[in-house]
């Protein structure tokens, strides 16, 4: 599911989702967006619709305060939870709460 940045941003202000940094292990992109109260991840999305994908932890964060947010859940997406089939929005998810 993707968002733009208005849109997220709206909704990062009516306290309707948290916002979400995705990591994939071995990867250096870093997808920003929200993450709603059912666990549905949203992308931020460039004019295109296509997810933006940040190079790095701090590229991703200085974007997000900017949107004016200054706290996150960082997630770390590996290649053994997709082999042992973790779901999306179960409480074994390895994440961070990070403040900046």
């Given at each position: 599911?993707?968002?733009?940045?208005?849109?997220?941003?709206?909704?990062?202000?009516?306290?309707?989702?948290?916002?979400?940094?995705?990591?994939?292990?071995?990867?250096?992109?870093?997808l920003s967006?929200?993450?709603?109260?059912?666990?549905?991840?949203?992308?931020?999305?460039?004019?295109?619709?296509?997810?933006?994908?940040?190079?790095?932890?701090?590229?991703?964060?200085?974007?997000?305060?900017?949107?004016?947010?200054?706290?996150?859940?960082?997630?770390?997406?590996?290649?053994?939870d997709e082999?042992?089939?973790?779901?999306?929005?179960?409480?074994?998810?390895?994440?961070?709460?990070?403040?900046?």
């Open positions: 599911m993707a968002m733009t940045h208005d849109q997220l941003k709206q909704e990062f202000s009516l306290k309707q989702m948290d916002l979400t940094i995705i990591n994939t292990a071995d990867s250096t992109h870093y967006g929200g993450e709603d109260k059912q666990g549905n991840f949203y992308a931020l999305t460039d004019k295109q619709n296509h997810p933006i994908a940040y190079p790095s932890l701090e590229q991703a964060k200085t974007k997000m305060k900017l949107m004016g947010v200054s706290q996150a859940t960082f997630e770390l997406n590996t290649a053994y082999m042992i089939r973790v779901a999306a929005n179960n409480q074994s998810k390895s994440s961070i709460n990070l403040q900046f």
